[in-house]
């Protein structure tokens, strides 16, 4: 039986380096190895939820890089053999709930029809496998994974207020720049109606100067 090429491809990622530990390998590393595969995981799910498996693309691409990086750093960590198999057990349980979805994404033009796609058992087959994962765990692993997902969730929090706060800031200086560049235009209207003013004051002392006949009309200055 053909595997679907998602899986091949996975599978293929972990017999490479499975076990090994090198100086790049770093056991601090693994807390953090699971929030990611945990929040590409719930990505995924999010998007099928939504019927948007575009959507979910990216992160089941980055999903085979992220569960590679588990399994090496997991004996570095320190799981014994028995929860380093319960561990493969939920990434396993994890491919065949992505396999699915993935090969239901449209790619190179073709037109699927998501909407005869039933996603709730592959849904549901995530879901089991991400509580099969925290249960393979050590319990002081676990809490280092739910403090790594708190310091993401604060410095994600922090980024996007300083996006606000220099969106504001950017507003700010266009209102300024329009109530500059209104005040200019009143004083140079202003000024415009200065100018005329002092025209028709001209336009009065020359009248003045000339006196009027009979008629009222200006006499020409004398020879």
Do not use: N, W, Y
Request: net charge negative.
């Amino acid at each position: 039986m053909r595997l679907p090429l998602l899986t091949a491809c996975l599978t293929a990622a972990f017999s490479i380096g499975c076990g090994q530990s090198g100086p790049e390998l770093d056991p601090k590393q693994f807390p953090k190895a699971l929030i990611t595969l945990e929040s590409l995981t719930e990505e995924i799910i999010s998007a099928a939820e939504a019927g948007d498996l575009l959507a979910a693309d990216q992160p089941m691409h980055r999903f085979g890089k992220a569960s590679s990086m588990v399994k090496q750093l997991a004996r570095p960590a320190g799981l014994s053999d028995q929860q380093q198999t319960k561990l493969d057990d939920a990434i396993s349980l994890m491919l065949d709930g992505l396999s699915p979805l993935h090969d239901a994404i449209p790619h190179g033009g073709s037109e699927k029809k998501v909407d005869d796609i039933d996603f709730a058992p592959h849904i549901q087959k995530l879901k089991d496998a991400l509580a099969e994962l925290r249960a393979a765990l050590p319990p002081e692993i676990v809490a280092e994974m739910d403090e790594a997902a708190a310091k993401r969730a604060t410095a994600s929090a922090d980024h996007d207020e300083s996006t606000h706060d220099e969106a504001d800031h950017e507003h700010a200086d266009h209102d300024e720049a329009g109530h500059d560049h209104a005040d200019h235009a009143d004083h140079d209207e202003a000024d415009h109606d200065h100018a005329d003013h002092d025209h028709e004051d001209a336009e009065h002392e020359e009248a003045e100067a000339k006196p009027a006949d009979g008629t009222g009309a200006a006499l020409p200055p004398p020879a």
